[in-house]
């Protein structure tokens, strides 16, 4: 059986902009397993599988639902030892872990306080209405409050990308010569921002960007398929 993606949507459902889906759909492209994906609204992630995960990816292969991009990595790994590692051993899991890690603390806060208002403009009236409601109440102020000043605070971010910028001048990825499960955990909130907001967070001249077209370009260009928001 065809193993199926439930990935996050926005009103336009083929705009499929949650990072941590696009964590696990590479990592699906990565084991070159066949699959199929089916765009979920916010406001129905809870009708997958009777309620089976509060947020999406969830992934279901055959009936096996597995949730959470990072253990979508580990069961893929697990159950298909025979397909290309994501981890290349229990080190690379380690270390994965810690760029996910600096990922949810150092790059998704500032990004989503730049882009807020963007997904918040690209949803369908029912999710517009839960995602203002759920993340006012987070931020306690209002979306466009939070995301306006973004230009001032574009290069504090660039700043804090320092430590991949240091490691891709000297090798093309982060897990080495070919990417691992680690570059997805970083293209993903990239790739977050490239497809619901014309708000570019990258200098062109960056050695972060060279990776990051490098990921796009990847599994025939996968990452490309997906148009950036104009």
Known sequence: MTIVLYELCAGDQARRFSPHCWKARMALA???LVYETRP???TRIKEIAGGFSPTVPVVDDGGK??????????????????RPTLFGGEGGKA??????????TALHPPLLGMIIGDIHAALAAPDRAYFRESREKRFGKRLEDVQTGREGRVEGFRQALQPLRHLLERQPFIGGQTPLFADYVVFGPLQWVRVI??????????????????????????????????
């Open 40 to 42: 979920t609204p916010f």
């Open 65 to 82: 639902l597995v949730r959470d991009s990072f253990d979508i990595a580990l069961y893929l790994d697990e159950t298909y030892p025979d």
């Open 197 to 230: 907001s014309p708000f570019r967070v990258l200098a062109a001249d960056d050695a972060v960007t060279a990776w990051f077209d490098r990921c796009l370009d990847l599994y025939d260009g996968l990452g490309r398929t997906m148009p950036a928001a104009a």
């Open 95 to 104: 270390t994965a872990r810690f760029v996910e890690s600096w990922a949810l």
């Open 30 to 32: 990565h084991k070159q």
